[in-house]
């Protein structure tokens, strides 16, 4: 079963508004990552967040990592119509060998 | 310079038959994948090698075999095909292939139809 479920499955947002998205988890993990993958495009990696991280930053983004509450979340400010794609999180579970894919959120900013 | 490359992009095919798929990254990555995505976007892993050895391989039919001639190439052979076995397959690498949180880079992926 998949490791990660991101909520919401979708979300419209206008062009400038910030963009949040959620990630669940149910076992213990080393890290969590977010990827982003456009429409007919493989995934491409965003960012990265430790487990004994609680956030991190790279440009526009913004990542939570809560691992008393096996969750994260993706922020990005300041979106553009550049963003609409689905956005991914990936957990590598503790003690196994692979990384495991949420659901994926996929997300449409209106220019 | 495409890092990972899988070829075709598009296949339609008819059931019963056989048919693969070529992947090649030129990163120097030791670990290369194979996820599938249907189509409600749920991306599995299939198989999983490091340096030419095979070390995760899911439930999957055994229809499917990868076969990695080095550790640059992982294709990926499918017999029998079925109508279920329509979506997408991505080939993908990383440098490290332990879950220590080394990045995956994905190819573009190969649209299988089967009909």
């Known amino acids: 079963s998949q490791q990660g479920e991101e909520d919401p499955q979708a979300l419209s947002i206008q062009e400038g508004e910030n963009a949040t998205m959620n990630c669940s988890y149910k076992t213990s993990i080393n890290n969590l990552q977010w990827y982003r993958q456009n429409s007919g495009r493989g995934l491409v990696h965003l960012i990265l967040i430790r487990s004994n991280e609680r956030e991190k930053h790279s440009g526009r983004l913004r990542v939570t990592l809560d691992t008393s509450k096996k969750s994260s979340s993706l922020l990005i400010t300041a979106s553009r119509a550049a963003d609409t794609a689905s956005y991914f999180c990936?957990?590598?579970?503790?003690?196994?060998?692979?990384?495991?894919f949420g659901t994926g959120t996929k997300l449409q900013v209106i220019p | 310079d495409t890092a990972v490359s899988q070829t075709p992009k598009y296949l339609v095919t008819q059931m019963g038959n056989d048919k693969s798929i070529k992947c090649e990254q030129n990163l120097g990555h030791d670990t290369m994948y194979w996820y599938k995505q249907d189509s409600k976007k749920f991306l599995k892993i299939m198989f999983s090698y490091n340096n030419k050895e095979l070390i995760i391989n899911e439930t999957v039919p055994n229809r499917f075999s990868p076969k990695s001639p080095d550790k640059a190439h992982l294709n990926l052979h499918i017999n029998s095909l079925e109508l279920g076995d329509s979506a997408v397959y991505f080939c993908?690498?990383?440098?490290?292939?332990?879950?220590?949180?080394?990045?995956?880079?994905f190819g573009e992926g190969s649209w299988l139809t089967v009909v």
């Open positions: 993908a690498s990383s440098q490290e292939g332990r879950g220590l949180g080394n990045t995956i880079y």
């Open positions: 990936a957990t590598d579970d503790w003690g196994y060998q692979k990384v495991t």
